[in-house]
């Protein structure tokens, strides 16, 4: 009987439990432009007040330049309305070019913008702007999420800005492989020790993940295999997989805690492991619990591995299947 990524994505199925993170993310895709800025804008100077991300490198800076430059330059209500135009998803220059960024460059355009704003060089939200109901209640909902759901909502609201170039034949900006490297906050974890897990594959994939080293990473994997990152379809393929990895993986600390191993009839196993993962975005100051769903293949490779965000920490424990 051969591994479907359909039946694999249903392991241990009782992890996905309804998280606040779709559902806050549901309420603020209901609120108009301008509501969405503001929100936005508030919620991250709010969280600024406890944690702030780390600047980005000079290196990701530069794959943004050229769009910061110009905003710079523009008028302030020529930067509101490039701002409007990325968060309605707009069809414009600015707003196609955004949405070929990875996910950390979008995230560095606009670390930068927010530096800009606080200089006054870019127009900050505009002048006479009233709180509406709709965005309070959004940021109500977003003061119940801890640090790690607050940053995700962030992450995935930036991420979705931009004229969706998922059709488009891929741009020549940013340069393929021009990915920048992030600097790794504290030294990689080495000897990896989960409780209940001794699968090699596991052991491997964490300890080439926190070494940043995605080439041995891939090689545990079968060639049809699949990444599910939180919230998303599935990656399929190596090649995919690496590609991903190199985006959007580097610098991340993984401490995986304990977790269950069933060996399945046909040899296979279904793996979960619960534990702690930081971005080098916040490095050791914000830690987000998750989950890890492995199925192993009779011959000890990885033919899927699901990252799931846990609703909350109780969930780190939480490894049998009902
Ligand atoms: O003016 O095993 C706003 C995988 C607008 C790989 C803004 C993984 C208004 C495999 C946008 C607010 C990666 C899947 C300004 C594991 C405005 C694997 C600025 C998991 C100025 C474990 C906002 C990894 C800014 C995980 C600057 C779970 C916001 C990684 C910045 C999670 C927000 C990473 C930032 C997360 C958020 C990173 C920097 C959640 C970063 C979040």
């Known amino acids: 009987m051969s591994l479907t990524i359909q039946s694999a994505q249903s392991i241990f199925s009782n992890t996905q439990v309804p998280s606040l993170i779709p559902a806050t993310i549901a309420l603020f895709d209901q609120l108009n432009v301008d509501d969405q800025l503001a929100y936005l804008w508030y919620a991250y100077t709010e969280m600024g007040k406890t944690i702030t991300p780390a600047a980005p490198g000079a290196a990701r800076l530069q794959l943004a330049e050229s ?3 110009q905003i710079k330059q523009m008028s302030p209500e020529e930067q509101t ?3 409007r135009d990325l968060a309605s998803r707009a069809d ?24 800009l704003m606080k200089q006054g060089v870019v127009a900050p939200i505009p002048v006479g702007y009233q709180m509406s109901p ?17 940053i995700t909502v962030l992450r995935n609201t930036v991420v979705n800005m931009g004229f969706d170039t998922s059709e488009l034949a891929p741009s020549s900006y940013p340069k393929a492989g021009a990915e920048p490297a992030f600097q790794r906050t504290t030294p990689a ?8 897990i001794t699968e090699p594959a596991v052991l491997g994939y964490i300890e ?6 995605f080439d041995a990473a891939i090689a545990l994997f079968t060639p049809d295999g699949a990444l599910q990152p939180p919230f998303q379809k599935p990656i399929v393929g190596t090649q ?3 590609k991903y990895m190199r985006e959007e993986a580097q610098g991340l600390n993984m401490m995986p805690q304990k977790g269950i191993c069933e060996v399945q009839g046909d040899g296979s196993k279904q793996l979960k492991i619960t534990g702690v993962v930081q971005t080098p975005w916040f490095g050791v100051n914000v830690g987000m619990n998750i989950a890890w769903r492995f199925l192993i293949n009779p011959q000890g490779k990885i033919f899927f591995v699901a990252i799931d965000m846990l609703a909350s920490p109780q969930e780190l424990l939480q490894l049998t299947r009902v």
């Open 67 to 69: 769009l910061l430059t």
């Open 81 to 83: 309305k490039v701002m």
């Open 92 to 115: 414009t220059p600015i707003s196609r070019s955004y949405g070929f960024f990875s996910v950390n460059t979008k995230l560095a355009f606009w670390y930068e913008l927010g530096e």
């Open 134 to 150: 709709g965005v309070k209640l959004v940021l109500e909902e977003t003061q119940k999420l801890d640090q790690g759901q607050q």
């Open 189 to 196: 974890i080495s000897s990896v020790k989960i409780d209940g």
């Open 208 to 213: 080439a993940m926190n070494a940043d080293d």
């Open 240 to 242: 995919a997989i690496s």
